[in-house]
Nanobody
Framework: QVQLVESGGGLVQAGGSLRLSCAAS????????MGWFRQAPGKEREFVAA????????YYADSVKGRFTISRDNAKNMVYLQMNSLKPEDTAVYCC???????????????WGQGTQVTVSS
């Protein structure tokens, strides 16, 4: 069982940056692949980024590639999402998730946080 709590969301102007954090508690965090997803009002949850258990490989949605960076610190049970050059279309609730494999699909993750709101103004 893994519990996940996100933080770091907020209101930022277009072109600005935010760093989201995801604190994990529970057993064997370092064995899980981690992902970030987002959901805007009236839209389905969509994949943003994922990272393998070792932190050696990152995967990104085309819409954020080159602007967002996912990382993890297994010693601290933390996952991060650095978001640069933010756009109004990045506005959404961002959730982190833990699963046994690196995947872009929602159903591939077993544990989810509650999410943190990111709002980008134009």
């Amino acid at each position: 069982q893994v519990q996940l709590v996100e933080s770091g969301g907020g209101l930022v102007q277009a072109g600005g940056s935010l760093r989201l954090s995801c604190a994990a508690s529970g057993r064997s965090f370092s064995s899980y692949s981690m992902g970030w997803f987002r959901q805007a009002p009236g839209k389905e949850r969509e994949f943003v980024a994922a990272i393998s258990w070792s932190g050696g490989s990152g995967y990104y949605a085309d819409s954020v590639k080159g602007r967002f960076t996912i990382s993890r610190d297994n010693a601290k049970n933390m996952v991060y999402l650095q978001m640069n050059s933010l756009k109004p279309e990045d506005t959404a609730v961002y959730c982190c998730a833990a699963g046994s494999v690196v995947t872009v699909t929602v159903v591939g993750y077993d544990y989810w946080g509650q999410g943190t709101q990111v709002t980008v103004s134009s």
